[in-house]
């Protein structure tokens, strides 16, 4: 079993930055693929950004690319979201994820183990 727990949330105006922590606890996540997703009222989870167990490759929705950056650090156990530029369109309830499998990243069923999500405001 994995916990995981977001931290980092909260309310900032356009074009401000938030930094995200999700750490992890009951086993190490080095070896495994990580994500973050985001869900807004009235909307499905989505997509935000993944990184693979080595680091050497991230991948990011559209909507945040060149905004947003995810890392992880192995020895904390604990994966990060730089958000900056943010937009009111960012407001969501920001999630982490394990992927245990390395399976599709930017698809919510690839992974297995889920925070209980952080709340990110951003106001005009």
């Known amino acids: 079993q994995v916990q995981l727990v977001e931290s980092g949330g909260g309310l900032v105006q356009a074009g401000g930055s938030l930094r995200l922590s999700c750490a992890a606890s009951g086993r190490t996540v080095s070896s495994f693929d990580m994500g973050w997703f985001r869900q807004a009222p009235g909307k499905e989870r989505e997509f935000v950004a993944a990184?693979?167990?080595?680091?050497?490759?991230?991948y990011y929705a559209d909507s945040v690319k060149g905004r947003f950056t995810i890392s992880r650090d192995n020895a904390k156990n604990t994966v990060y979201l730089q958000m900056n530029s943010l937009k009111p369109e960012d407001t969501a309830v920001y999630y982490c994820?394990?992927?245990?499998?390395?399976?599709?990243?930017?698809?919510?069923?690839?992974?297995?183990?889920w925070g209980q999500g952080t709340q990110v405001t951003v106001s005009a």
């Open positions: 990184i693979r167990r080595s680091a050497l490759y991230t």
């Open positions: 994820a394990v992927d245990r499998h390395a399976a599709s990243y930017y698809s919510t069923s690839s992974y297995d183990y």
